[in-house]
């Protein structure tokens, strides 16, 4: 019997420390009836005998319901009651012996913890790879972690199916949103739940939403405009625009519009942290756009639960003055953003008065402007996107990133209405990056629209107006 991928997705790994005095074979059934698509028998310390039996019985309940079985290290056993497959770990009898002993038609599954191993293990002919530990696990102390770019670097690069392991419970389950694996092998949060069918069932349904979602998700945490040019109303049209699905957490209120900002409503650090957890236990980002945050409290509270749910691409822009000329932040609240919030940072994209306040240095021309990026780039560990739309020749921006710089050139658009315009610029990044891209594409992009928007000329109000977000609609007309 051949590996089906699909038989990958809810992979049930036994161990015995949760039998609590009744028969494996008990527990594994209540797992299949949940909905687990593959078992492997996990056993660490038992004789040959006592491990044969139990898994002789496994093996009646697995072929009764048509779910594969998979002996953990134990060759022989594999070949002895003919299971399905074995699973081998690097130190385990090696890839190729086992191939010899279990000929072509046993599935033959290696856990590999780097690209390189998955490399190898891909051409000494393994039919699946298990690749973790991606959280941390009480089932392995020894398990070495691996960050979620590289399991799905993995996954891109290898073309045999992949399954994550290490720690994978109800919650974090969600944060393989957008990442390329065909499942994931669960022990604890199977095995160890006091009702095993319940929670495999649960487990299921969310690893199918996770893995068959193909509408990339981004969440923008901002001010309200009131007017709609910037803030929120720009962040969600923006990522409506460049096609993925926008959610929003409101930090602050604003009372406001073209002219100027009459009153701020700020809103509370819990109500901004219950925000954060409906969003992150249900639709999981893939990327995270910050904009308006301006108390103290809510940034700490912002920086926690990013680090909580393990938030990626994380666009931080930030914004401090209006275009209109009004102060967004208080004084308090910058230093807590420097040193909580620019630490999670994939990008930061301060104007040319936020990068003077940062760095502490005057910008009056691109040589300037690049001594400030490097300046903020090694002073936060993070990359700068520092835009030149304040500068008063091109609408030059300049990325930096762990040493290297790159001009993203924009010819300046003759348009005093652009109210919105960093708001507008870092959420279409945030949206690239949700879709897949790397940062310079994702800028690269992001420039793209941001200067289509401009030059669709949207004249409203009586201040310095907002950009027409939609423009790239009218071609469906
Ligand atoms: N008149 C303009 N023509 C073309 N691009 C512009 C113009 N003004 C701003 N931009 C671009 O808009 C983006 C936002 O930049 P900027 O206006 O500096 O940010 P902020 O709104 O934070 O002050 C940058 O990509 C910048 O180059
Ligand atoms: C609620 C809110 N957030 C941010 C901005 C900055 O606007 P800009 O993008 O022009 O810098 C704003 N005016 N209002
Ligand atoms: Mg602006």
Same mark, same amino acid.
């Given at each position: 019997m051949k590996l089906n991928k699909e038989?990958?997705?809810?992979?049930?790994?036994?161990?015995?420390?949760?039998?609590?005095?009744?028969?494996?074979?008990?527990?594994?059934?209540?797992?299949?009836?949940?909905?687990?698509?593959?078992?492997?028998?996990?056993?660490?310390?038992?004789?040959?005998?006592?491990?044969?039996?139990?898994?002789?019985?496994?093996?009646?309940?697995?072929?009764?319901?048509?779910?594969?079985?998979?002996?953990?290290?134990d060759v022989e056993l594999c070949k002895e009651i003919d299971a399905d497959g074995v699973h081998i770990g690097q130190d385990d009898l090696n890839l190729k012996e086992a191939r010899k002993i279990l000929g072509e038609d046993k599935i033959i599954g290696v856990s590999a913890h780097n690209y390189e191993e998955a490399k190898i293990a891909l051409e000494n002919g393994a039919d699946y790879l298990g690749v973790g530990a991606i959280f941390a696990t009480q089932t392995k102390d020894d398990a070495q972690n691996i960050s979620m770019d590289t399991l799905?670097?993995?996954?891109?690069?290898?073309?045999?199916?992949?399954?994550?392991?290490?720690?994978?419970?109800?919650?974090?389950?969600?944060?393989?949103?957008?990442?390329?694996?065909?499942?994931?092998?669960?022990?604890?949060?199977?095995?160890?739940?006091?009702?095993i069918q319940k929670a495999s069932s649960l487990l299921k349904d969310k690893i199918q939403r996770v893995i068959s979602n193909k509408m990339?998700?981004? &969440?923008? *945490?901002? /001010?309200?405009?009131?007017?709609?040019? @910037?803030?929120?109303?720009?962040?969600?049209?923006? +990522?409506? =625009?460049?096609?993925?699905?926008?959610?929003?957490?409101?930090?602050?209120?604003?009372?406001?519009?073209?002219?100027?900002?009459?009153?701020?409503?700020?809103?509370?650090?819990?109500?901004?942290?219950?925000?954060?957890?409906?969003?992150?236990?249900?639709?999981?980002?893939?990327?995270?756009?910050i904009g308006m945050v301006s108390?103290?409290?809510?940034? &700490?509270? *912002?920086? /926690?639960?990013?680090?909580?749910?393990? @938030?990626?691409?994380?666009?931080?822009?930030?914004? +401090?003055? =209006?275009?209109?000329?009004?102060?967004?932040?208080?004084?308090?609240?910058?230093?807590?953003?420097?040193?909580?919030?620019?630490?999670?940072?994939?990008?930061?994209?301060?104007?040319?008065?936020?990068?003077?306040?940062?760095?502490?240095?005057?910008?009056?021309?691109?040589?300037?402007?690049?001594?400030?990026?490097?300046?903020?780039?090694?002073?936060y560990h993070c990359a700068v996107l520092l835009k030149g739309g304040h500068q008063i020749n091109d609408a030059n921006d300049l990325l930096y990133k762990e040493g290297n710089y790159q001009w993203f050139k924009g010819k300046r658009i003759n348009n005093n209405n652009t109210h919105g315009t960093g708001c507008t610029l870092s959420s279409a990044i945030a949206s690239y990056l949700a879709r897949g891209e790397n940062l310079e594409n994702a800028v690269k992009k992001a420039k793209d629209y941001i200067s289509g928007a401009l030059a669709a000329m949207l004249d409203l109000g009586q201040g310095q107006g907002p950009m027409d977000h939609g423009y790239v609609l009218d071609k469906k007309d």
């Open positions: 038989d990958l997705l809810l992979y049930g790994v036994t161990d015995s420390k949760y039998l609590k005095g009744r028969k494996m074979s008990e527990l594994v059934e209540e797992a299949i009836l949940g909905g687990v698509t593959m078992i492997q028998l996990r056993e660490k310390e038992m004789t040959h005998e006592a491990f044969k039996q139990e898994a002789l019985d496994v093996q009646s309940v697995c072929q009764k319901h048509h779910v594969p079985l998979i002996i953990n290290d799905n670097e993995i996954c891109q690069k290898v073309d045999i199916p992949v399954v994550a392991i290490g720690g994978i419970n109800q919650v974090n389950i969600l944060e393989f949103m957008g990442v390329a694996i065909d499942g994931v092998a669960i022990v604890s949060s199977i095995f160890g739940s006091d009702d990339p998700t981004c &969440l923008t *945490i901002a /001010g309200s405009d009131s007017s709609g040019g @910037a803030g929120i109303q720009a962040d969600l049209k923006t +990522m409506l =625009a460049n096609r993925v699905y926008a959610m929003s957490v409101i930090a602050a209120l604003t009372a406001q519009n073209t002219t100027g900002v009459d009153a701020i409503y700020d809103v509370g650090a819990s109500f901004v942290a219950s925000q954060m957890d409906s969003v992150f236990t249900d639709i999981y980002p893939m990327a995270v756009k108390q103290k409290e809510v940034i &700490l509270s *912002i920086s /926690g639960k990013l680090k909580q749910y393990h @938030a990626r691409n994380i666009v931080v822009d930030p914004v +401090m003055v =209006a275009t209109s000329g009004a102060k967004l932040i208080s004084d308090e609240a910058i230093d807590t953003l420097k040193e909580n919030l620019f630490p999670l940072a994939t990008v930061l994209t301060p104007n040319i008065p936020e990068a003077e306040v940062l760095s502490g240095l005057k910008i009056n021309n691109e040589e300037e402007m690049l001594t400030a990026a490097k300046y903020i780039g090694d002073h």
